[in-house]
């Protein structure tokens, strides 16, 4: 039986990004909240010193930072009629585990979405017409806007410092900007990031060939920078390990630089770590949360009990808990019924090599940062005519070559054996004058038969089901992930590059090989309960005393990084929540 802890007004279940934005806001409003999260406990100076941080083995191949499959992990399949296996080894994505979730191995690319993002399946059908669209997407509207989200996408953008320049400025277009982004109350806090010779050729390239680049957003400081909350941050030192890393250099934006040193010294704040929540609490009528069960190192339970509960965890951890504790419809497919699981998406990366001639080009891609680079947007979205293509959908293209690490950064030219003394001659030839990859980052839109559910077989260490992952490429995504990447090649050749290999995704969906950790829905949002989990405060439909943060809640995934809309939807709820829940605790929205 469990053990009774003393009650608490507010009960966060993960301390990343959002779980951390939500208890410092209701904190302020002088609440008693308690964080419970999985992994260990992370401090920028003591767990990434710089003397030791650097370490590519250690945490890129290693996995340091990262949950464990053995922990706890999910059974995949790509198609309904096939059997899940459990995942064994991370590969297309990477789950966090610890104090800062994701916000700690982040690049830190900070991105608005397109006001159309919000509306899409409205946006989409006025232009194109509803015969246009596949008959199995699910795309739907947010059921908020980018003009009610923009105030508190500009307070994250200050929290983190983000450098960059912005491209449209309360209406006005501004040169060496976004054209395409919607309009900023305000410029970036910083100024964008210096460039190094091989992203500044590649904007060349691009602006001659007609289009408007621009730095990436980024949340690497391009100086020293005090942030609302009075914590300083550094600037950077492009040393090239930020993805998979966190940076002792507080050079960084993550929960550990810009918000909880704040909050851990609140008499009103509180956290556990290494202890993982089973399942939240309900009530005899199943229409109130009474606190959550969680259990820690020693195997001890122990029940939690508050007023209020906010599942803070990632994206698919949020589904899982909601389905283990009750909370909503579980989705079929089958009979096009439920919402739990629902619109379940990833992202559709792509990349183009680009092989230049050493005796021209020196690229060091070794002095780099995790958010630099030029990007344009003229493919995003629908930012451009999808009539005659044949798709929707689209994604930023962007030289943004982060590292030159020695263990995964060795590319060499097509038809160069894959070891031995010419593989190495290649990797000695080629390291200073490649561009590796850069970034065809396109969206991954809804679809019915891709989802998530309870596995009927596999079971995790405290006799839950695990989560099943059902998701595959449709031909949507997979037209304008070759549409993008012939774009990418068309620049890179005008780089000058003397060879390019093109790699457009292809499908099926592929566990094995990483593409982001942007994993999204499951949880959406939304005005109708018969095709949402969380109405457009991010507050539970079935129980309205649980909000659920984070980009479970996205209906589908844009052509963007996914950070900076899931704490502008942070700060967004907790605001709802101060100004009007706490007034009157009930249904923010009529179901």
Request: with cysteine; hydrophobic share 35%.
């Amino acid at each position: 039986m469990a053990r009774k802890l003393p009650r608490k007004d507010v009960v966060i279940i993960g301390l990343g990004w959002t779980g951390s934005i939500l208890a410092n806001e209701l904190t302020d409003e002088g609440l008693d909240v308690i964080a419970i999260e999985r992994g260990p406990w992370r401090d920028a100076p003591t767990e990434f010193p710089p003397t030791y941080a650097q370490d590519e083995l250690r945490y890129h191949i290693r996995h340091e930072l990262f949950l464990r499959p053995e922990q706890n992990t999910f059974t995949f399949r790509n198609k309904m009629d096939q059997t899940a296996l459990p995942i064994r080894t991370w590969g297309a994505f990477m789950p966090p585990n610890g104090v800062g979730g994701g916000g700690v191995h982040w690049n830190a690319e900070t991105w608005r979405f397109l006001p159309s993002d919000f509306v899409l399946r409205t946006h989409l059908t006025e232009r194109y017409g509803a015969s246009f669209l596949p008959d199995d997407m699910t795309i739907q509207d947010w059921g908020v806007t980018y003009d009610e989200l923009e105030p508190h996408y500009d307070r994250f953008e200050h929290l983190c410092g983000t450098s960059g320049m912005a491209g449209n400025l309360r209406g006005t277009i501004r040169e060496g900007g976004n054209p395409f982004e919607g309009p900023r109350s305000r410029p970036y806090p910083n100024p964008p990031q210096k460039q190094g010779f091989g992203h500044t050729l590649w904007a060349k390239a691009a602006r001659d060939l007609g289009y408007k680049p621009f730095p990436q957003p980024s949340g690497n400081m391009s100086q020293a920078y005090t942030n609302p909350l009075g914590l300083h941050l550094g600037p950077c030192t492009y040393c090239g390990f930020c993805e998979w890393f966190g940076c002792g250099n507080y050079s960084k934006a993550s929960p550990q630089t810009t918000i909880l040193p704040v909050l851990i010294r609140k008499p009103n704040f509180s956290a556990r770590d290494n202890c993982e929540v089973t399942h939240i609490n309900l009530d005899r009528t199943g229409k109130n949360a009474t606190g959550v069960t969680f259990v820690d190192t020693s195997n001890v339970e122990w029940e939690q009990p508050a007023d209020l509960v906010i599942l803070a965890a990632f994206s698919v951890f949020n589904v899982q808990m909601l389905l283990n504790s009750n909370i909503g419809q579980p989705y079929d497919p089958a009979a096009n019924s439920g919402v739990v699981g629902r619109n379940f998406t990833h992202q559709a990366t792509s990349a183009v090599n680009g092989f230049f001639d050493k005796e021209k080009f020196n690229f060091n891609p070794f002095i780099a940062s995790g958010a630099i680079g030029m990007c344009i947007d003229e493919f995003n979205g629908d930012n451009f005519d999808h009539g005659p293509l044949g798709f929707v959908g689209g994604g930023y293209l962007g030289q943004v070559q982060t590292n030159g690490r020695p263990i995964t950064t060795t590319l060499v030219p097509p038809g160069t054996p894959k070891w031995g003394a010419q593989w190495k001659k290649a990797v000695a030839d080629n390291y200073l004058s490649t561009l590796a990859g850069g970034s065809i980052h396109s969206s991954f839109y809804s679809y019915r038969d891709v989802y998530l559910d309870r596995d009927p077989v596999y079971k995790d260490r405290f006799g839950r089901p695990m989560m099943r992952m059902t998701i595959d490429f449709h031909d949507n995504e997979l037209k304008a992930a070759n549409f993008l990447t012939d774009k990418y090649a068309e620049i890179v050749k005008a780089m000058g590059a003397r060879q390019i290999e093109k790699k457009p995704r292809k499908g099926p969906y592929d566990i094995t090989t990483y593409q982001t950790t942007h994993l999204n829905g499951g949880a959406v949002m939304g005005t109708d309960p018969k095709t949402s989990v969380v109405n457009r405060y991010l507050q539970s439909w079935d129980v309205p005393n649980v909000f659920v943060m984070g980009a479970s809640a996205f209906p589908q995934n844009a052509g963007y990084n996914p950070t900076g809309t899931v704490c502008a939807l942070a700060y967004w709820s907790a605001d709802a929540i101060r100004n009007q829940y706490l007034k009157n605790p009930r249904p923010l929205v009529d179901a």
